[in-house]
């Protein structure tokens, strides 16, 4: 029932730009927490950017003027502007939705990642 479809997702040379797009369904999507995290080969996933249902946001400091996420809760998708992009931003990135709850009572959904490579 719940899906969470990325796009966007591609080849770009270093100083370019992707927006990656979340369409989510199955969820109440306006009370959400979405998010954008990345993976690359022998790394930990990592919190890019995360936006609540009010709009507020936050960004791990590596991506901090660069990227912009975003969200259009009539379309239920959520969106992330990655501009300038660096040879280090080349990872899988996923797309994540968090229930309102606290702590265990919430629920994490995942999509399926799209890869982002950067290089020349």
């Known amino acids: 029932q719940v899906q969470l479809v990325e796009s966007g997702g591609g080849l770009v040379q270093p100083g370019g730009s992707l927006r990656l797009s979340c369409a989510a369904s199955g969820i109440i999507f306006s009370i959400y927490t979405m998010g954008w995290y990345r993976q690359a080969p022998g790394k930990q996933r990592e919190l890019v950017a995360r936006?609540?249902?009010?709009?507020?946001?936050n960004y791990v400091e590596s991506v901090k003027g660069r990227f912009n996420i975003s969200r259009d809760n009539a379309k239920k998708a959520v969106y992330l502007q990655m501009n300038n992009l660096k040879p280090e931003d080349t990872a899988v990135y996923y797309c994540?939705?968090?229930?309102?709850?606290?702590?265990?009572?919430?629920?994490?959904?995942w999509g399926q990642g799209t890869q982002v490579t950067v290089s020349s």
């Open positions: 936006i609540f249902g009010e709009g507020s946001t």
């Open positions: 994540k939705a968090d229930s309102p709850g606290w702590g265990s009572s919430r629920k994490h959904y």
